[in-house]
């Protein structure tokens, strides 16, 4: 069974950090990814890694002040948030394919993915 599991949400004040946990299972994962859905909005792109780690991409809002990392030893992808602001605030999602079968392909739209995490709230207070 194909399982992608998030922890580490919360509620956290403004420029604060956290860090998002993925479990994965069931497959060997490549292309692996963060979205994000808030509230009334489109889930969107957050950050993506390639399963060697070689090549990690960020969006323009979380650029510098997040960071993608991955442990395939564990089956573990991770997202350290730091400078946390009230804009953060959404539902964080985890994402996961294994079509391209490199070790340095990434993909950024949630159309690409086939398996999702259930998400983990994260809330930040101004």
């Known amino acids: 069974q194909v399982q992608l599991v998030e922890s580490g949400g919360g509620l956290v004040q403004a420029g604060g950090s956290l860090k998002l946990s993925c479990a994965a299972s069931?497959?060997?994962?490549?292309?692996m990814a963060w979205f994000r859905q808030a509230p009334g909005k489109e889930r969107e792109f957050v950050a993506v890694?390639?399963?060697?780690?070689?090549?990690?991409r960020y969006a323009d809002s979380v650029e510098g002040r997040f960071t993608i990392s991955r442990d395939n030893t564990m089956n573990m992808m991770y997202l350290q948030m730091n400078s946390l602001s009230p804009e953060d605030t959404a539902i964080y999602y985890c994402?996961?394919?294994?079509?391209?079968?490199?070790?340095?392909?990434?993909?950024?739209?949630?159309?690409?993915?086939?398996?999702w995490g259930q998400g983990t709230q994260v809330t930040v207070s101004s």
């Open positions: 069931g497959r060997t994962f490549y292309e």
């Open positions: 890694i390639s399963r060697s780690s070689a090549v990690a």
């Open positions: 994402a996961g394919d294994n079509r391209s079968g490199s070790i340095r392909y990434v993909a950024f739209r949630k159309e690409q993915y086939r398996y």
